[in-house]
């Protein structure tokens, strides 16, 4: 039997871009990407944190290119920022100074500076709102500036972390780092790494990679343990760069929307047979992804603890949960592989004729 | 809210769970798998106890809900708007009105009657899961009667820290076969659960299991023999606000003063306490 | 060693077949290796009968493959079986075919008759429990529920295997492989039971770690002197300094067998007479 190789590329690769065209802009209705920006926020950080590249309107416009898909728009700004001259490093900042817009303990009721629920889906009822079918923008708007103008403006005050309590009456294990953080973007990580190293990779992680591998780490698989958060907030935080003239001043270059976790997780001391201990897990992502927060909080436990499920095992984990790496080599499966599945179907026959 | 539906669910998935509730109860403790639909509130949020509630409720019963002992914490409130929007059906803070009561986490302090259905909440309702991972491992294990593991988890937890830590979700065994969750319920309340007059049913949605417990069906928590089963202890402690003894306490700590205070886990119950010590109170004065 | 005694093990035709077999090599032809020319069928074990007597240490030898740590995993229900049949005398008093019984009572046969110890450790051990609790499982297993007695006895077999107090709380994952080897003998020492598998027990010991566990098992000997044990080993001068009797198995089946010494000192099979040489 014979294969026929499919032959005019090149024609095939231009009809296939006009065909993408088609799908993108078969209909009237323009998408704006101010709209795609504004409304569909969280889409737009998990795009940009899986990128890390925190830039709104290049990942609503990468969105817009590519029809909505997360794994193209992640490729998009990961492509784009390498086209990039790296500037500047900005300086360390303290999730202390975040201009806090929600903030929840799971661990006590009262906190210093207060539980804010602020937004959140968790107790909405997940019923299809039939009158978004139509809601007039200009009606829906009004109405939310409304809700910014009824808001009292507050000077935003540094609110220390949950754990920080904990950690001053000596109940948390330290698990400081002093060393200058490695870059995962600019060097192959190497095992055991860092746990700068770390964080990154979950932080830049695809969600549902590291959500299903934590959640795999509740159920029993590699854990027996059920984390606390300590503290989830979600807030801007300014980011500033050492002034080129004066190294002694910072200038500010805008803030950023992040989320961060602690979870703590009581276990048995590595160090210290026979006591528990508290351990710390930290999680932190663009936007407002926070089962990803929570997820990458309880994986940078899991991941020191002995056994030999997916979530103790940092190689598997952080080598399998980028979007371009993953997606890039499941789809390589579509190129051909004529030569390939050839001398595979030799080897098969071989053993085949063998045998009558 | 949308749809027309009593109870939300359509009638014939709730004649399934239905179905899987009667087989619970025929075999008490034996975790019965469920096609465990998906509703509109988040899966570990509730939603076992939340299918149980609606797949049993008629138009004349009165719904409880709790969260962690409280008829007002966030979630509780959520769950029981959800029920009443979909079924109408009248709801309280009194235990002993309530004909339907679903709980997160504890079981009220007083005691429940033969006419009343404890619903439980139960986010891991397998209590092999600890010391093994797999679903296809822990139900040979459960048909086998293959208990050791948790007696080992036990025992090794008595010789690291000296005593027997395990907290709350401690583990019984129903009528000498199946060992079953409580679910997290303090083992302060796990009494209550051994030779009761009501039917507690426990739903875990997110893991697809029910389970049950018939009235007047032993469940005993696991001890050693020279080790008795032992509960959180208020002895000495009493509510600051209904001043009742022997009561699960929440422990509320004043950062200002540097008080411990304790408050009635059951916020019904302590309110109930209170109106009547009151009008107690008032009727000795006039 | 009187042969008049009851064995306290009975193996009878025990065959594990992997393939359906053929009218050729069901009816005892020619394989080549353990494996049927005509059909494909590769026989692991082929009808295999054995005793072994209380207080009898036997010795099994043979080349990998040759079906010797399979021959104890079928009896350890870890590999389940074609054909054929095995009693145990404190089983039902040897009457009842271990094969047959229900998966329940299989793992009392395990838990309290029999017990195994592995060449790795980790295969014996549950690493997330401490040396006591490692112990303690196989006694909870039994239906002991007194911690008192528990904690006891999981230390008395402890000292015998010398694993020091201070380190008995500790899970065996921090142990030396010679120590987590004591500790999986303790451990399969729990319940007294009557029939011990140790399969390659030494194998990648160092000598003298090796020397100790031997010496151990020797001990264990005296102290029980109704206890049986099949021993799996390579190494001939493990078996010749513990087997009472030894039978040499290869490409499945028992082609050789006999008092210790004599196996040894006098091989009759060709492939006996081989593994002999190799050893000078």
């Known amino acids: 039997m014979a294969y026929v190789a499919v032959s005019g590329g090149k024609e095939a690769i231009r009809e296939s871009i006009r065909l993408l065209k088609y799908h993108r802009c078969s209909n009237e209705s323009r998408l704006e990407l101010e709209a795609l920006e504004k409304s569909l926020g969280i889409l737009i950080h998990r795009v940009m944190g899986e990128a890390g590249l925190y830039s709104p309107a290049y990942a609503a416009l990468a969105l817009k290119q590519c029809e909505g898909s997360v794994e193209e728009a992640v490729f998009l700004l990961r492509a784009y920022r390498n086209t990039l001259t790296r500037s500047y490093y900005t300086e360390p900042a303290s999730t202390d100074n975040m201009r806090v817009?929600?903030?929840?303990?799971?661990?006590?009721?009262?906190?210093?500076?207060?539980?804010?629920?602020?937004?959140?889906?968790?107790?909405?009822?997940?019923?299809?709102?039939?009158?978004?079918?139509?809601?007039?923008?200009?009606?829906?708007?009004?109405?939310?500036?409304?809700?910014?103008?009824?808001?009292?403006?507050?000077?935003?005050?540094?609110?220390?972390?949950?754990?920080?309590?904990?950690?001053?009456?000596?109940?948390?294990?330290?698990?400081?780092?002093?060393?200058?953080?490695?870059?995962?973007?600019?060097?192959?990580?190497?095992?055991?790494?860092?746990?700068?190293?770390?964080?990154?990779?979950?932080?830049?992680?695809?969600?549902?990679?590291?959500?299903?591998?934590?959640?795999?780490?509740?159920?029993?698989?590699?854990?027996?343990?059920?984390?606390t958060i300590a503290e989830l907030r979600s807030g801007y935080l300014e980011m500033d760069i050492a002034y080129p003239l004066d190294d002694s001043k910072t200038i500010c270059l805008g803030e950023i929307l992040l989320t961060e976790v602690v979870s703590l997780i009581a276990g048995d001391s590595e160090t210290n047979a026979g006591k528990l201990v508290i351990k710390e897990g930290y999680g932190l992502v663009f936007g407002r992804c926070e089962s990803k927060a929570i997820a990458m909080s309880i994986l940078d436990v899991t991941l020191d603890e002995p056994g030999s499920a997916p979530c103790n095992d940092e190689e598997y984990c952080l080598m399998h949960g980028d979007v371009l790496e993953m997606n890039g080599y499941i789809s390589h499966l579509k190129l051909p592989h004529y030569v390939t599945f050839q001398s595979k179907l030799a080897g098969v026959r071989k053993t085949k004729g063998a045998k009558e | 809210?949308?749809?027309?539906?009593?109870?939300?669910?359509?009638?014939?998935?709730?004649?399934?769970?239905?179905?899987?509730?009667?087989?619970?109860?025929?075999?008490?403790?034996?975790?019965?798998?469920?096609?465990?639909?998906?509703?509109?509130?988040?899966?570990?949020?509730?939603?076992?106890?939340?299918?149980?509630?609606?797949?049993?409720?008629?138009?004349?019963?009165?719904?409880?809900?709790?969260?962690?002992?409280?008829?007002?914490?966030?979630?509780?409130?959520?769950?029981?708007?959800?029920?009443?929007?979909?079924?109408?059906?009248?709801?309280?803070?009194?235990?002993?009105?309530?004909?339907?009561?679903q709980s997160r986490h504890r079981v009220p302090e007083t005691p429940l009657r033969n006419d009343q259905i404890m619903v439980l909440q139960v986010p891991g309702p397998e209590p092999l899961r600890g010391i093994e991972a797999s679903e296809e491992a822990t139900k040979v294990m459960h048909a086998e009667a293959d208990y050791v593991g948790i007696w080992l988890e036990l025992y090794e937890d008595l010789i690291r820290h000296g005593s027997i830590t395990a907290p709350c979700n401690y583990p019984v065994e129903v009528q000498g076969r199946y060992i079953m969750s409580p679910s997290p319920i303090p083992k302060y309340d796990n009494h209550k659960l051994s030779g009761s007059d009501c039917l507690y049913l426990f739903g875990a949605g997110r893991e697809k299991k029910i389970y049950a417990l018939p009235p007047y069906c032993t469940a005993v928590s696991l001890a050693f023999e020279d080790i008795p089963f032992q509960t959180e202890d208020f002895r000495g402690k009493s509510c600051c606000l209904c001043g009742a003894e022997s009561v699960y306490l929440d422990e509320i700590y004043d950062a200002a003063t540097g008080d411990l205070r304790y408050q009635c886990s059951d916020t019904g119950f302590c309110k109930k306490r209170r109106e009547t010590c009151g009008a107690a109170e008032r009727r000795l004065e006039a | 060693m009187t042969f008049f005694e009851t064995p306290s093990l009975r193996i009878e035709r025990l065959t594990i077949r992997y393939g359906a077999g053929c009218p050729a090599c069901m009816?005892?032809?020619?394989?080549?290796?353990?494996?049927?020319?005509?059909?494909?069928?590769?026989?692991?074990?082929?009808?295999?009968?054995?005793?072994?007597?209380?207080?009898?240490?036997?010795?099994?030898?043979?080349?990998?493959?040759?079906?010797?740590?399979?021959?104890?995993?079928?009896?350890?229900?870890?590999?389940?079986?074609?054909?054929?049949?095995?009693?145990?005398?404190?089983?039902?008093?040897?009457?009842?075919?271990?094969?047959?019984?229900?998966?329940?009572?299989?793992?009392?046969?395990?838990?309290?008759?029999?017990?195994?110890?592995?060449?790795?450790?980790?295969?014996?051990?549950?690493?997330?429990?401490?040396?006591?609790?490692?112990?303690?499982?196989?006694?909870?297993?039994?239906?002991?529920?007194?911690?008192?007695?528990?904690?006891?006895?999981?230390?008395?077999?402890?000292?015998?295997?010398?694993?020091?107090?201070?380190?008995?709380?500790?899970?065996?994952?921090?142990?030396?492989?010679?120590?987590?080897?004591?500790?999986?003998?303790?451990?399969?020492?729990?319940?007294?039971?009557?029939?011990?598998?140790?399969?390659?027990?030494?194998?990648?010991?160092?000598?003298?770690?090796?020397?100790?566990?031997?010496?151990?098992?020797?001990?264990?000997?005296?102290?029980?002197?109704?206890?049986?044990?099949?021993?799996?080993?390579?190494?001939?001068?493990?078996?010749?300094?513990?087997?009472?009797?030894?039978?040499?198995?290869?490409?499945?089946?028992?082609?050789?067998?006999?008092?210790?010494?004599?196996?040894?000192?006098?091989?009759?099979?060709?492939?006996?007479?081989?593994?002999?040489?190799?050893?000078?």
Request: aromatic share 6%; proline share 4%; net charge negative.
């Open chain 2, 1 to 101: 809210m949308s749809g027309n539906t009593f109870a939300y669910l359509d009638e014939g998935s709730k004649r399934e769970i239905r179905r899987s509730i009667f087989k619970a109860v025929a075999i008490p403790g034996y975790q019965v798998p469920f096609g465990s639909r998906e509703l509109p509130i988040g899966r570990g949020w509730g939603t076992g106890g939340i299918q149980l509630t609606l797949s049993i409720i008629g138009r004349s019963d009165v719904l409880k809900v709790i969260d962690q002992g409280s008829d007002e914490s966030v979630n509780a409130v959520n769950i029981k708007e959800f029920v009443k929007s979909f079924t109408d059906v009248q709801t309280t803070s009194d235990s002993e009105m309530a004909t339907i009561i």
């Open chain 3, 27 to 280: 009816g005892g032809g020619i394989l080549e290796k353990n494996r049927c020319a005509a059909c494909d069928t590769v026989w692991s074990l082929k009808g295999v009968s054995l005793e072994v007597y209380p207080g009898e240490i036997l010795g099994i030898v043979g080349e990998s493959g040759s079906g010797k740590s399979t021959l104890l995993q079928s009896l350890y229900f870890e590999r389940p079986i074609s054909a054929g049949s095995a009693y145990i005398h404190e089983y039902r008093g040897g009457e009842a075919d271990i094969f047959t019984a229900d998966r329940q009572q299989q793992r009392e046969i395990r838990n309290i008759h029999m017990a195994m110890v592995y060449q790795n450790p980790l295969m014996g051990l549950r690493m997330r429990f401490s040396s006591l609790g490692n112990i303690a499982e196989k006694l909870l297993a039994a239906g002991n529920r007194n911690t008192a007695f528990i904690t006891e006895r999981a230390s008395e077999l402890l000292g015998i295997m010398e694993v020091p107090v201070a380190r008995m709380k500790e899970s065996p994952r921090n142990f030396s492989g010679g120590m987590q080897q004591r500790v999986q003998i303790a451990k399969a020492l729990a319940n007294d039971p009557s029939i011990l598998l140790l399969d390659e027990i030494t194998t990648g010991l160092d000598m003298s770690v090796q020397a100790r566990v031997l010496d151990l098992i020797r001990k264990i000997k005296y102290q029980n002197p109704n206890v049986s044990m099949l021993l799996v080993s390579h190494d001939l001068s493990v078996i010749r300094m513990l087997a009472d009797r030894t039978i040499v198995m290869f490409d499945g089946q028992i082609v050789e067998s006999g008092m210790t010494d004599q196996v040894l000192e006098d091989p009759q099979h060709h492939f006996t007479q081989q593994l002999v040489q190799s050893m000078l």
């Open chain 1, 101 to 227: 817009i929600r903030r929840i303990s799971s661990v006590f009721k009262d906190i210093p500076g207060g539980q804010i629920l602020g937004p959140s889906y968790d107790y909405t009822f997940r019923t299809l709102d039939m009158s978004l079918m139509d809601e007039d923008a200009k009606e829906a708007h009004e109405a939310a500036k409304e809700i910014l103008q009824s808001a009292k403006p507050e000077e935003p005050e540094p609110m220390e972390r949950v754990s920080k309590t904990l950690e001053e009456q000596g109940l948390l294990e330290k698990r400081r780092d002093e060393r200058e953080p490695f870059d995962i973007t600019k060097e192959m990580i190497k095992f055991p790494c860092p746990r700068s190293a770390r964080l990154q990779t979950l932080s830049r992680a695809d969600s549902g990679f590291i959500t299903g591998i934590a959640y795999s780490a509740m159920r029993g698989y590699g854990f027996s343990n059920h984390p």
